[in-house]
């Protein structure tokens, strides 16, 4: 099968050549929008990441070149009008768990940074500052944690977390009952944010759930919470997390997505002005860790995800049924 690539970088080449079960395919850097879905010209099917868009007229220019199939090598399908491609007739196939504990692990390694500050001691070290001032940070153990959506990812992170000591709270639609049996509890949105020291999202972005901390989900927060998005920049209002930061209401945040990261997240823009505002006065503040979304990458995670991606196409080609595709 002819496959486009968008969004291609060096280690998806690595990975893609590595596990390819004999397909013919083409490497763009640039990712899948209006502009570029004319690339796609001459190949059966494209393979996007996180921030490619197939929204409508990107699918209405898809079909006009016969595609048929759209392999995300990711998990989250909020950036395809899943709808209209299957209006279209075109399948959309994803990797639904390539990499829960990766997501988990990085979740983690932000709270604890944010928390002990290693990232800043690392930093004055090497300057020869030895001095401990205003590195002071605070034991996970018996501090309530608030998972929000406890799917693959919320569930590895809960299992992180009791080794920890800690106590969580958390908040799904569908309450799982393994993480019951271990002590966790769930609750209502609010209940679950009230009291935490540290706040933790997993839940995907959907309509429901887009811009869930809020203005008014904020006010629930213990001044001073930890915040931590691993999921999509879309489930945090930006502008009003700014504010709860300003006022000291959020006392850390830890990011590895943001709403507007299209632009900007998985290319070096080191030389440039940047001309987005609030990622730019984010990155401003002492209690701000942002990284560019590598939470899901690890040695294991990339392999996963080329094996099952091209699982994914070859049962496309034998007919045999699309265990991983997105229907809406
Ligand atoms: P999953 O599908 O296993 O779990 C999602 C959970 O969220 C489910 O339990 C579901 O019931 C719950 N949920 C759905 N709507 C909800 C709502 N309105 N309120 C509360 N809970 C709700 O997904 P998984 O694998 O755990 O991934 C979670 C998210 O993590 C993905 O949607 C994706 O956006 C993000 N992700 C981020 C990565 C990174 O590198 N930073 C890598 C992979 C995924």
């Known amino acids: ?36 879905a004319n690339l796609a010209t001459g190949f059966d099917a494209i393979c996007i990441f996180v921030n490619d868009q197939a929204n409508a007229p990107v699918l209405n220019i898809l079909n006009n070149l016969d595609i048929r199939l759209i392999v995300l090598r990711c998990a989250g399908f909020n ?57 002071t940070g605070f034991n996970l153990f018996g501090k309530k944690v608030a998972v929000i959506g406890t799917g693959l990812i919320g569930r590895a ?38 009291g935490a020291d540290v706040i933790s999202l997993h839940c995907p972005l959907t309509e429901d759930t887009k811009h869930l901390i809020n203005k008014r989900t904020l006010q629930l927060f213990k001044p001073g919470a930890m915040l931590i998005n691993t999921s999509r920049g879309g489930l945090i209002d930006t502008k009003d997390v700014i504010q709860a930061l300003k006022s000291g209401q959020i006392g850390y945040l830890g990011l590895d997505v943001y709403e507007q990261e299209g632009d900007l997240f998985f290319q070096n823009r080191s030389e440039d002005v940047i001309q987005d505002e609030l990622i730019t006065r984010l990155i401003s503040f002492p209690n701000v860790l942002i990284t560019s979304h590598q939470g899901f990458f690890t040695k294991e995670a990339l392999e996963e995800i080329a094996r099952i991606s091209f699982a994914n196409v070859d049962a496309f080609l034998q007919g045999t049924p699309l265990v991983n595709e997105v229907v809406i």
Do not use: W
């Open 79 to 135: 950036n395809v009008d899943v709808a209209k491609a299957n209006e279209l007739g075109m399948r959309v196939v994803r990797v639904p768990a390539y990499a829960p504990e990766a997501v988990a692990e990085h979740a983690v390694a932000l709270m604890m940074t944010l928390n002990r500050k290693t990232h800043k001691a690392y930093n004055r070290v090497r300057e020869g500052n030895f001095s401990l001032e205003r590195l």
């Open 1 to 36: 099968m002819k496959i486009a690539v968008f969004s291609s970088c060096e280690y998806d080449k690595e990975f893609l050549n590595r596990f390819n079960t004999g397909h013919d395919l083409t490497y763009y850097a640039v990712s899948l929008s209006e502009d570029t």
């Open 157 to 194: 992170l809960c299992r992180i977390l009791k080794g920890f000591g800690c106590r969580i709270a958390a908040f799904d639609l569908y309450p799982n009952e393994e993480l019951q049996k271990m002590g966790v509890v769930y609750d209502t949105l609010e209940d679950t944010l009230e």
